[in-house]
């Protein structure tokens, strides 16, 4: 009973920020929307439909081509680079988009080497729509990498032998049966990058791009109108759910079946200049996307290193503060749904355990917008019920940033957890209770030891994402409590590059972390 009650309230939770931010479109203010409509929404929706589709279309081409050459054939370092081209997650996108900013700046790197070669009116603005899809892309290639190259590994050279058997050269397979077969990963990685960019703050704000992420954040801090933020944050809503059913269509009711692993061995080994052209090229995207902004980090750092005082002591410790404790919580509300979910096998349960999970779909500036409004109105209601001094109870503490934290990442930590749980078999479980081993003894004694390694694996994906979170810690923060996402984006918004590097390296750093749970779950 205890724990069906637990389910329901933890679903009911994760939709009170939707059901909030959604609630605003049935109580619109004129003089708002009509602002809206007319000064703000047209310049919105047209740099999120550049954004969107432009992005989408680099990553999906350097995505599927990459993960082509890498599954396919064999060339120089092929397998060292197989792996290496998902480096580029550890950079978050906000300082990736100050890196390459500072590059392309009128005293970096790019655009001094093209002044000596006296191609300088050829460098493009990098505060610009095209400037945040270039950045986007680099930074968002690895999600369609990484679930294409896993389909075409899957299906093996056998969908390419039946090609060859109808008479398709290895280039015809590629398009007429690989490709087609591949779609449903293919659009899960572009989907997932769809969210991605919609959801993104940090980039857009450096680059100074306007989305809807930016005015939610400039409506509620600087114009004060929370109404403004709150019916903003409700389009994006809208636009974020009309992606996943497209992205449903295009997926189909279509089901593969996979038909044998790829091995290296199957794959054709390309020799002269062809061998070299493959290695050079997906060296060459992952040196822009990784090696490249790494190395510029360092310098910048070594070059700030004096500003590394107390301060920073601070900003670190907040910030490993905030992200072990949302870990902790995550992954023990992960487990505690993932239990439920094995323990009554009922369909509406499953569905609950899923919506308990949206919030992984919602921009962090949306949930933040979603968990605010209650909060401010919960602390309204109590001060005048129980005439209190103070202007606020909940609002500005660690446990509204700790709720946001909890329903913006609780499917990255339900995945992990369900995972090792489902790993157990039915007839362990029941020799445990053969044992007198029943509840939540059971889950102690016996589930608890047996997931060790999925839940490590969920505390430590959260524990990353958290420290990188930007949009939700810059909203819901207490005064003073600064982390290391924080001090990049007061640094970055003040031109700071150099001061900027030196978090940034250690968010870098920290961010490898999931990158190396992912190589070593391919791997196995």
């Known amino acids: 009973m205890l724990l069906r009650l637990a389910i329901y309230l933890l679903s009911a939770l994760a939709c009170l920020p939707l059901v909030v931010v959604l609630s605003s479109l049935w109580s619109i203010d004129p003089e708002i929307w009509t602002h809206l409509r007319h000064y703000v929404l047209p310049d919105l929706l ?109 299906m093996g050279n056998r969908a390419l032998e039946a090609g060859q058997s109808l008479g398709f050269s290895r280039q015809q397979g590629f398009w007429r049966l690989a490709l087609p077969m591949a779609k449903p990963w293919i659009a899960a990685g572009g989907l997932l990058v769809l969210m991605e960019t919609l959801a993104d703050f940090g980039a857009v704000a450096v680059l100074n791009v306007d989305t809807f992420t930016t005015a ?76 490249v902004p790494l190395a510029q980090l360092m310098v910048w750092a070594y070059q700030s290193r004096q500003d590394l005082d107390s301060r920073y002591w601070g900003f670190v410790s907040h910030s490993v503060i905030l992200s072990s404790l949302a870990a902790i919580l995550v992954v023990s509300v992960a487990l505690v749904l993932a239990y439920g979910k094995r323990r009554i096998a009922q369909t509406h349960i499953g569905v609950m355990v899923k919506m308990a999970s949206l919030g992984y779909a919602i921009p962090g500036a949306v949930l933040a917008v979603g968990i605010f409004v209650p909060i401010a109105w919960l602390d309204n209601y109590l001060i005048a019920q129980f005439a209190l001094s103070q202007s606020a109870i909940f609002k500005g503490t660690l446990a509204v940033m700790l709720l946001a934290y909890l329903l913006r990442f609780l499917a990255v930590g339900l995945q992990p957890t369900q995972t090792a749980l489902e790993r157990i078999s039915y007839n362990q479980e029941l020799a445990a209770r053969n044992l007198g081993y029943t509840g939540w003894h059971l889950l102690r004694v016996i589930h608890i030891p047996m997931m060790r390694q999925g839940l490590i694996t969920a505390l430590l994906l959260v524990f990353v994402d958290v420290m990188k979170e930007l949009p939700i810690t810059l909203m819901t923060r207490p005064f003073g409590w600064d982390t290391l996402a924080v001090r990049i984006f007061e640094m970055t918004s003040e031109g700071q590059w150099q001061q900027a590097a030196l978090p940034a390296v250690l968010l870098v750093l920290v961010g490898l972390v999931p990158v190396w749970l992912i190589t070593r779950s391919n791997q196995t």
């Open 46 to 154: 047209s740099n999120t439909l550049y954004l969107a589709v432009g992005t989408l279309s680099l990553t999906v081409l350097l995505g599927v081509g990459l993960a082509w050459l890498t599954a396919m054939y064999v060339f120089p370092a092929s397998r060292y680079l197989a792996w290496a081209l998902m480096l580029p997650l550890a950079i978050p996108t906000y300082v990736l988009a100050f890196v390459q900013s500072g590059l392309f700046d009128y005293g970096g790197v790019v655009r001094q080497l093209a002044s000596t070669m006296g191609l300088q009116q050829h460098i493009p603005e990098m505060r610009s729509v095209s400037g945040a899809i270039w950045v986007m892309s680099l930074a968002f290639y690895p999600y369609v990498y990484l679930l294409a190259r896993n389909a075409f590994l899957t």
């Open 216 to 291: 939610i954040y400039k409506s509620w801090f600087s114009l004060f109108s929370l109404d403004t933020a709150s019916q903003l944050a409700s389009l994006l809503v809208v636009i974020a759910f009309g992606l996943m059913l497209i992205e449903q269509m295009v997926r189909g009711a279509r089901r593969y079946t996979a038909t044998g692993r790829h091995s290296q061995q199957q794959a054709l080994r390309l020799t002269g200049w062809r061998a070299w052209a493959a290695s050079l090229s997906c060296l060459g995207v992952l040196a822009i996307a990784f090696i």
